[in-house]
């Protein structure tokens, strides 16, 4: 009797620190577990990002843009006269536009009175206008002076006439100055008449010097 009881005290007592054994080794590796978990969280969360000094950051240099070169070159003038040439520039504009200004670029003809040659008094500043016309403007130029008649009289008598008033014409403009190789005379008589009415005021027209220029 006391033997079996003895016997299963030794029993109970093994079973129970067997058992303890069990649960504190299980809660053991519950513990250890549970603690390499917590490691390894912190282990990930608390890699925090590295600091960066931003006083110690070195920016990558970037190269300078380049400046484009402007090439500047002096303005093109036109070179400025002298004052003696502007002066004789302007005494010449000036000399050529008062002779020249009120100059007409024609001619006119002079009247002669029935069966006349001499010069009247009316185709004085008439010729004197052409003369300055002939100097300054056709200097070069070769002028005709046409005599005409009016149809009264034979064609051979008016022939004679209007040559004649031509030369007394050419006379009058050489005594003006104007070169007589220049002036050469034509007599057409009573021939291509400048008024065709058979009246006073028609055959005074038809009695003229008549210029044309070559």
């Not at 009264?152 to 040559?163: D, P």
Request: aromatic share 6%; net charge negative; proline share 7%.
């Amino acid at each position: 009797m006391n033997i079996g009881i003895l016997v299963f005290s030794f029993l109970f007592a093994v079973g129970c620190s067997s058992l303890h054994e069990v649960s504190v080794v299980s809660h053991g590796d519950e513990v250890a577990a549970v603690k390499e978990a917590e490691l390894e969280e912190e282990v990930v969360v608390a890699s925090p990002a590295p600091v960066v000094d931003q006083a110690t950051v070195r920016l990558p240099e970037v190269p300078p843009i380049p400046t484009p070169s402007i090439s500047l070159t002096a303005p093109i003038t036109s070179p400025i006269p002298s004052a003696s040439a502007k002066t004789s520039l302007d005494t010449d504009i000036f000399s050529q536009s008062a002779a020249d200004s009120s100059l007409p670029w024609t001619l006119e003809d002079v009247f002669f009175d029935f069966d006349q040659m001499v010069i009247r008094r009316d185709a004085i500043p008439v010729l004197e206008q052409n003369a300055k016309v002939l100097l300054k403007r056709y200097a070069n130029r070769e002028v005709l002076i046409q005599g005409h008649c009016d149809e009264r009289g034979t064609e051979a008598y008016n022939l004679i006439l209007g040559k004649r008033r031509a030369t007394a014409v050419k006379n009058y403009l050489v005594d003006l100055g104007v070169s007589a190789s220049q002036l050469r005379v034509l007599s057409l008589g009573k021939n291509q008449p400048f008024c065709l009415q058979r009246t006073i005021p028609c055959l005074r027209l038809n009695r003229r010097a008549h210029f044309v220029l070559k």
